[in-house]
């Protein structure tokens, strides 16, 4: 059974940035995909990022290209979301997710959850 641990979120003011972390703890076979997803309240789970873990090639939704990346730590088996030049409309719980596949781009795709990060961007 694989458990997802999410740190590093928390409040800064518009502009700042923030680094997100998510731990894989258990059994985990090497390739699979990795994502961030974030919720709004009253918003749908949006998709931010992802990366295969084989092809090290992440995606990332259009409204955080160029100020989101994405990095992983294979030997702690850590995803971390780097996030910069961050915007109000960016607040939201971030949850990393993850399946043995190649990346889908719907939530309901993913086996596994972490429990969410808030971050909360003050203009």
């Known amino acids: 059974q694989v458990q997802l641990v999410e740190s590093g979120g928390g409040s800064v003011q518009a502009g700042g940035s923030l680094r997100l972390s998510c731990t894989a703890f258990g059994y985990w076979y090497r390739h699979h995909c990795m994502a961030w997803f974030r919720q709004a309240p009253g918003k749908e789970r949006e998709w931010v990022a992802t990366?295969?873990?084989?092809?090290?090639?992440?995606s990332y939704t259009d409204s955080v290209k160029g100020r989101f990346t994405l990095s992983q730590d294979n030997a702690k088996n850590t995803l971390y979301l780097r996030m910069n030049s961050l915007k109000p409309e960016d607040t939201a719980m971030y949850y990393c997710?993850?399946?043995?596949?190649?990346?889908?781009?719907?939530?309901?795709?993913?086996?596994?959850w972490g429990q969410g990060t808030q971050v909360t961007v003050s203009s």
């Open positions: 997710a993850a399946v043995y596949s190649l990346c889908p781009a719907s939530a309901a795709a993913y086996n596994y």
């Open positions: 990366i295969y873990t084989a092809s090290n090639s992440p």
